[in-house]
């Protein structure tokens, strides 16, 4: 910011009452935060106040068309105090989550199936889905994250299928499947500030992606385990709100996006390696979850 070097001496001394208060907070459009004490000088380009900068008391101003909002008498004790530590952060730089909610599978269901095959694949798309994240932030809107994602299901159910040879007493088959998908992403995430304890973040990241999937149509088929991975793309809405110094609420959506070219089929008898070409299995999802974040303070 530039120093105020047109203003004259005496407006100095004659706004130094006004500092001994400062209560003032200015918020730019690029969602930096400024603790001041603004100045009762007109402008119509500029906004001027009092700030702490390089450990010293500096006169200083910022446009107006660079400003998004500005608090008067926003904080009930005074902030520019010479006693108080001049280079506290007014953000978490670490920041931990953990989160878990509701998953979705988005492949399609092959129309042309029976059925009970059909509204089997469909339960198989749900699952619990579980999060823990780290965010190491460089500035109030910017940093980066590490996610591990969970996400896993169990069925068994039991469908009743028409017996030729004894219309009466339809046979009945127990189908049961079980997955194991996990996801380690590595990316980017923008912050905006809402209000002073709500933010709203959008994050994207790359990462791998590792697939288990067991399944067994009773005497249909032979109970098979499958294994694969590959890259993902992981893009990322969060809500918080603040609910103590340290401590947020978490609401948030997340869309995962991987494909699976070539898996590994393991049964009772065989242990081989399928190239699905140009038909790969889809794994991606979407996840709707809650949880808690904390910050650290270095």
């Not at 100095?12 to 969602?31: A, C, E, G, H, M």
């Not at 219309?167 to 997955?179: C, H, V």
């Not at 032979?222 to 609420?249: A, D």
Request: one cysteine or more.
């Amino acid at each position: 910011m530039k120093k105020l070097a047109f203003v004259p001496f005496i407006l100095i001394v004659y706004f130094l009452p006004y500092t001994s208060y400062s209560q003032d907070r200015i918020i730019t459009k690029r969602n930096q935060r400024i603790e001041c004490k603004i100045l009762p000088i007109r402008d119509k380009e500029y906004v001027y106040f009092q700030i702490y900068e390089d450990n010293e008391l500096r006169y200083t101003l910022i446009p107006k068309n660079n400003v998004k909002r500005i608090d008067r008498n926003f904080y009930k004790r005074p902030i520019l105090n010479m006693e108080q530590s001049l280079n506290k952060l007014n953000y978490h730089k670490l920041l931990i989550s953990a989160r878990a909610g509701l998953g979705r599978m988005s492949y399609q269901i092959d129309q042309n199936l029976a059925p009970q095959l059909k509204d089997f694949q469909n339960r198989e798309r749900f699952g619990l889905n579980l999060e823990l994240e780290i965010q190491y932030m460089f500035s109030e809107s910017f940093g980066i994250f590490v996610n591990y994602m969970n996400f896993s299901n169990n069925l068994s159910k039991t469908y009743q299928f028409s017996n030729p040879g004894n219309p009466s007493e339809p046979l009945e088959l127990t189908f049961k499947s079980s997955q194991l998908n996990q996801n380690f992403s590595f990316g980017v995430e923008y912050f905006t500030l809402l209000s002073e304890k709500a933010s709203f973040s959008v994050g994207i990241g790359l990462g791998r992606f590792n697939n288990r999937y067991d399944i067994n149509y009773d005497f249909l088929t032979t109970p098979t385990r499958y294994l694969g991975n590959n890259l993902s793309i992981l893009t990322k809405i969060n809500f918080s709100y603040k609910v103590s110094e340290n401590l947020y609420v978490q609401a948030g959506i997340n869309f995962l996006s991987a494909n699976m070219t070539k898996v590994r089929e393991i049964t009772e008898n065989s242990d081989i390696e399928v190239d699905l070409g140009l038909n790969p299995w889809s794994v991606s999802r979407t996840n709707f979850t809650l949880g808690l974040r904390y910050g650290f303070d270095f």
